[in-house]
C-alpha cells in the first residue's frame, strides 16, 4: 500500500559522497525558476566540500534532459558560473547514475513502510542516505562509466539494465 504523503528529494553527489541535498517543499515542481536556486546552493556547498575541485573547476555536473535541466535559463546560469556539464544522451535513462545505482540502496530500506507525516518520510530518508559510504558511490562512478560505455557501443540506442552482450 503506498503512502498518501509524498516527498521529492534532490541530491547532487561524486565519487567522495553526497554534495548537496534538500526536499523539495510540498507542493512544488522543480521548474527551471527553483532549479537555478537550487545549483546556487550546489556551487556553495561544492566550494566547502570539494575545495580543490572548486578552485582548479574540475568537478562536473551530470543530470539528465529533464524540463528544468535541459531550459534556457539553467544553460546559460551553467555557463555564466562556468559550470562543466556532461552530456546525457536523450531517451537514456539507464546513465542516469542516482536511477541505476545509487537511490535503490536506501529505496530497498524504506520499501513496505509506511510514514505518517512528511517530516518522519524526510527524517528517514535522510537517516538512509547517511549509511552510504564511500565505496558505495565510486561504484556508482564505475557502474557508470561501463555503461557509458555500452552506450557509445550501442551508438545510442536504448538498452535496460546491466546484461552486456
Not at 535503490?104 to 513502510?113: A, E, T, V
Request: some cysteine.
Amino acid at each position: 500500500m503506498r503512502s498518501n504523503i509524498k516527498s521529492m528529494l534532490i541530491c547532487l553527489f561524486d565519487q567522495k559522497g553526497i554534495v548537496h541535498k534538500e526536499f523539495v517543499p510540498p507542493g512544488k515542481t522543480v521548474n527551471a525558476a527553483n532549479y537555478v536556486e537550487v545549483l546556487k546552493r550546489v556551487r556553495e556547498n561544492l566550494r566547502r566540500k570539494r575545495p580543490d575541485q572548486w578552485r582548479n573547476n574540475t568537478w562536473l555536473l551530470h543530470h539528465d534532459n529533464a524540463p528544468a535541466h535541459a531550459a534556457r535559463l539553467i544553460r546559460l546560469f551553467l555557463t555564466d558560473n562556468n559550470m562543466t556539464v556532461v552530456p546525457h544522451p536523450p531517451y537514456s535513462p539507464d546513465l542516469a547514475p542516482s536511477d541505476f545505482s545509487l537511490i535503490p540502496k536506501p529505496k530497498m530500506k524504506l520499501k513496505g513502510r509506511r510514514f505518517q507525516t512528511l517530516e518522519e518520510i524526510q527524517r528517514e530518508s535522510q537517516a538512509v542516505l547517511n549509511i552510504l559510504r564511500i565505496n558505495d558511490f565510486q561504484e556508482c562512478f564505475k557502474n557508470w562509466k561501463r555503461r557509458w560505455a555500452r552506450c557509445q557501443t550501442l551508438e545510442g540506442v536504448y538498452f535496460e539494465g546491466d546484461e552486456y552482450t
